[in-house]
């Protein structure tokens, strides 16, 4: 197979949080640092439990999108990094439905934030990941200080002390967001002018698969849809080769490595006729332990370039952020002891090719206030099927998506 250059991902979450407009002089741009308020958090991986919350906060959310949704995916550890910023500020009701959401408290949301940005920022191999996080407050609130000391330690994250209301900040967040993702998403927001704080998180991913697909194998072939109807697909393939597969309840799947020996890509169809295996909480998990590196697998799959966009204000509210949708959410820790209603957007773009995976997504959230040698096993992924994008240290999943219908996912360019 062929040596494939760098494709990049992004991925951007924003946390858009305010009150009413008000209208003041324009003032300069300045971070604002942290004052030692807070000390340094130890550095540790998270345990079993806490991965597992995060891995079970990704398949909740996800089984709550919409029904009708054709080929949806998103990104739950962006959707974590940004509610974590908002966790570090929030109090009384808002507190505990964001713990009961993530499955974390503010510490413990604290130290795994921590022990990713640090590990990713080391990560190996021929992979770039980075991640980046800002808090953009306005100058009328008083802020204290221990927020800004709390983000700073534990999300790493830029505060920014500033006039939202002023002319060009829109420009200046959206720059910030364009900055931080290589230009990939050069908006993130259309006006912060009627908002008191703007809290983004920014990723970056550039890797290649660790073995590429060799592009003279791509062909064309048919792919059946959840309705029954065939529709074309442009397939990628591979000559049988060790691979980590799995047959566990009725899904069979694969997950292939990036170079960097630490993010993987899971792809697991249903073996029990129609239909996707079902995401119960710990399904992915329960799939790696269960991946084996067996001799023979050849796996043949889409290249697909796909993307989605919805209002996850239904989604949140289902899994237990209420006061965030009902009004009256608490982030005193912001100076904003009482909000009105949020809006919360989440918008994903995901390609996978025969070099490897590039991904863009955004969300903003609004508020105005080895073996014997053997047959070969192939994996034809040419009905519908889950993939993710995963930490195969944690299980946390960075992607998680479906694919339903190829015909609405033009092959991807990489």
């Known amino acids: 197979m062929s040596r494939a250059t760098w494709k990049p991902a992004a991925l951007v979450t924003g946390l858009v949080l305010g009150l009413e407009s008000r209208q003041a002089a324009p003032r300069p741009l300045e971070p604002v640092g942290a004052q030692g308020v807070i000390g340094e958090v130890q550095l540790m991986a998270p345990s079993a439990e806490q991965s597992d919350a995060l891995g079970a906060f990704s398949e909740q959310l996800f089984n709550e999108l919409e029904p009708a949704a054709v080929n949806p995916v998103i990104s739950p550890l962006s959707v974590f990094f940004a509610l974590g910023l908002a966790q570090q500020g929030a109090g009384g009701v808002t507190a505990s439905e964001l713990e009961q959401v993530l499955g ?26 980075t991640v980046a996080n800002s808090a953009w407050l306005d100058d009328s609130l008083n802020v204290p200080q221990a927020y800004v000391d709390l983000v700073s330690v534990c999300y790493s994250a830029e505060v920014f002390n500033v006039d939202l209301q002023s002319p060009g900040m829109t420009e200046q967040v959206n720059g910030w967001v364009s900055d931080k993702t290589n230009k990939l998403i ?12 703007v809290l983004a998180n920014a990723i970056y991913l550039k890797a290649q698969w660790e073995t590429a697909f060799e592009t003279s194998n791509t062909v064309e072939g048919e792919f059946t849809t959840p309705d029954g109807e065939t529709v074309t697909a442009h397939y990628m393939s591979a000559p049988p080769s060790p691979q980590a597969y799995f047959n566990l309840d009725g899904a069979a799947g694969v997950v292939l490595p990036y170079r960097d020996g630490r993010l993987g890509f899971m792809a697991v169809m249903s073996t029990d006729g129609d239909g996707l295996p079902e995401l119960t909480g710990d399904s992915i998990r329960r799939w790696l ?5 067996t001799e023979q697998v050849q796996v043949t799959m889409p290249k697909f370039t796909t993307q989605y966009g919805l209002d996850l204000e239904d989604s949140l509210s289902a899994l237990g952020l209420e006061s965030a949708f009902a009004g009256g959410a608490d982030l005193s820790g912001l100076g904003m002891a009482d909000t009105d209603p949020w809006t919360v957007v989440h918008k994903v773009s995901m390609s996978v090719g025969e070099e490897g995976t590039e991904a863009a997504a955004a969300t903003v959230v609004m508020a105005d ?23 195969l240290d944690t299980g946390i999943p960075l992607f998680l998506g479906v694919m339903n219908d190829t015909s609405q996912a033009p092959p991807s360019v990489i």
């Open 186 to 197: 050069p908006q993130i927001v259309e006006s912060v002018e009627d908002f008191h704080a």
């Open 104 to 129: 974390l408290n503010k510490d413990e949301a604290c130290s795994i934030a921590v022990y990713l940005l640090d590990e990713y920022a080391a990560i190996g191999g021929d992979t770039t990941l």
């Open 369 to 391: 206030t080895s073996g014997l040698l053997q047959e070969p096993i192939h994996l034809r992924f040419d009905q519908p099927y889950r993939y993710a994008v995963v930490d």
């Open 289 to 293: 332990e269960a991946a084996e590196m």
